[in-house]
């Protein structure tokens, strides 16, 4: 059983709390057993799996899963357990993984994806993802300046669906959209000042969605490059929909299409 905090497999585990040390260790974290089991059922590669002796004991059958299918197992101590994770009261396992594993988004799409610009919310980044996997969504682009797509929070707000969703992290949406736009596809740009509200747009065909920062919106930039612009009818007294919440609306209303065809 590793006890001590000062194990190096435990320190190594501990700095993947932050971007710096998941950038450098090409590693993220996976905290929870819901996470695990979904992990298990999409087949997705763990690197090392930490769990407490009461936790093997409470789930003997997904235990004996991970034994069979990871690198490394350790037993670890509760105390160990809580320094590994970022949660404040984990629930006895935490995983590392290698992001290179997951569903890659690669352009032309056949349905509707949906792109990210400097998302800095982890909760809504993770929703988002959530939504687009139970909305069929193709794929999702987020800008390179946005929230790490593998920031414990984002993974916990997923509910297991990070598994499911093709993504791309891009350092140049201008660069993706142009290419997007010369295959064909859609471009949709959501602004506050749009004359079109995002009903009125055919998404049956294949469709980007553009959706910006929490506060500061879509960029000028990419709003040129789209063929429409829309928006999200809202009563005067309110100034704005939370980012999630409108990526929800549009991805409904483009399934609604697609099942009334």
Known sequence: ??????????????????????RQQGWFLLEGTHLLQEAIAFRYPLAVVCATAQWQENHPHLWQQLVAGTARVETVSEAVLEAIATTVHPDGIVAAASP??????????????VVLETIQDPGNLGTIIRTAAATEAA???????????????????????????????????VETLQSARQQGMQIVATTAGAKHTYWEIDYTQPTLVLLGNEGAGLSAELQAIAHWQVKIPLSAAVESLNVAIATALILYEGKRQKQNR
Not at 145 to 173: I, Y
């Open 139 to 173: 794929g999702l682009w987020l800008s390179g300046d946005s929230v790490d797509c593998e920031h414990p929070k984002v993974l916990r707000a997923t509910a297991g669906q990070w598994f499911r969703l093709p993504m791309r992290v891009s350092e140049n949406l």
């Open 1 to 22: 059983m590793l006890s001590s905090l000062q194990n190096p497999l435990v320190k190594q585990m501990r700095k993947l709390q932050q971007p710096k040390g998941r």
């Open 100 to 113: 290179k594993y997951r569903p890659m988004a690669t352009l032309p799409i056949p349905g509707i994806g």
